[in-house]
């Protein structure tokens, strides 16, 4: 019997290429967990046969960050494999049980972690000029709403500065992007339904988004979990790419030397933080000698195994100590692992939000101390 990417699977060369990229596999000895052995597996899932400790282990030992997939030499679609074996897994039972109380909280309280949904907007000052109502919505995210609050209010200010007043998504939700990448897609459609019909009742034409994750899932996932959605999608950094561009934002220069900590869903589009970081006179320098590699968050693998994910991390701390002052990141969730990380294994570590960078570089003092109340 045929299952669904057995020729997919049968056309793997073994050259070991996705073995060199595995985030997970250069912090785990003897190569037990590379992306190919991840995909082996499928046949004995399909038919419901035990797995080895490891090979179960080794589905959700994946952020689903793509570095894999953008080695492949003939196309294996790695990470949508991974994604289908915990589909499967998911429908027979047999999922972690925090892959199971995460996508239950997405669903019940709107967060992964179950966060107080009264407490989303915390981020919001008296000096920010917010419209009840506005073509343009802003989309913080969780992580960013709960965890990393001075993006969502540099993101504000920058807006306001170049004249405009964005609305809240007042019902605003998690995105689900944990559903997607645990193969929970009934629960992802009812979800992405919700939000999508929520979001077009309020007349919005264009929301821009904070976090690349949210940017990723409303603009590539939620029209194919549901349908063509009736508004645009934009990060936050593009916005802001096109403003400098135009003259809108002027950015002044900032003595520093970065070291860019790239987002994983934003991988194709590499050189936006970059020039807007150029645009601030700030020296950038490369970790990993410019090759993508995941912080080690995201998809599960910090929930089901810390240790790992946290070794993950490290390489991204280490790489950028030995280059430049600090790290400028734009992902929240990055920003929230890493900070774990260093804190489990007593390390020191500077990082910033692109957008925290650029609110200092065009508004000065007056964003700095404003940020500091």
Not at 112 to 127: H, L, V
Not at 146 to 160: D, K
Request: glycine residues 6%; aromatic residues 8%.
């Amino acid at each position: 019997m045929m299952y669904r990417f057995q020729e997919e699977i049968y056309s793997c060369i073994d050259c070991g290429k996705c073995w060199d990229v595995c985030p997970v596999n250069m912090v785990t000895d003897g190569n037990r967990f590379t992306p190919q052995g991840k995909i082996a597996t499928l046949a004995k899932i399909v038919a419901g046969e035990e797995l080895t400790k490891d090979e179960m282990d080794n589905i959700y030992l994946s952020t689903r960050c793509g570095a894999c997939d953008d080695v492949c030499p003939v196309k294996i679609p790695i990470t949508d494999i991974i994604q289908y074996e915990r589909e499967l897994l998911a429908k027979q039972g047999r999922e972690p049980a925090k892959t199971t109380a995460i996508s239950n909280n997405i669903i019940e309280h709107n967060s992964p972690g179950a966060k107080d949904p009264s407490k989303r907007f915390d981020w919001i000052t008296d000096d920010l000029d917010i419209a009840e109502s506005s073509e343009i919505a802003y989309m913080a995210g969780c992580w960013v709403s709960y965890s990393q609050q001075e993006v969502a209010r540099a993101t504000i200010r920058l807006l306001n500065h170049a004249g405009i007043r964005p609305m809240i998504l007042k019902e605003e939700k998690c995105c689900g992007l944990f559903l997607i990448d645990s193969g929970h897609f009934g629960q992802a459609a009812e979800h992405a339904k919700k939000f999508v019909d929520y979001i077009e009742s309020l007349g919005v034409k264009k929301v821009i988004a904070s976090c690349p994750g949210c940017y990723l899932v409303l603009s590539h996932d939620y029209p194919e979990l549901y349908r063509e959605l009736n508004f645009e999608v934009e990060h936050s950094l593009n916005v802001f790419k096109d403003m400098i561009d135009k003259g809108i934002l002027k950015p002044e220069k900032l003595d520093l030397t970065v070291a860019v900590r790239d987002a994983c869903p934003l991988r194709e589009t590499k050189d936006v933080p970059r020039s807007i970081l150029t645009s601030m006179g700030v020296e950038i320098k490369e970790l990993f000698d410019g090759k993508q590699v995941c912080c080690g968050g995201p998809a599960g693998l910090k929930p089901n195994f810390p240790d790992i994910a946290n070794d993950i991390a490290m390489l991204t701390v280490q790489s950028y100590k030995d280059k430049a002052d600090m790290l400028a990141s734009y992902c929240p969730f990055c920003v929230h692992h890493m900070s774990g990380a260093c804190e489990s294994k007593g390390e020191e570590m500077k990082i910033k939000d692109v957008s925290v960078l650029l609110a200092e570089s065009v508004l000065g003092d007056h964003f700095t101390k404003r940020n500091n109340l």
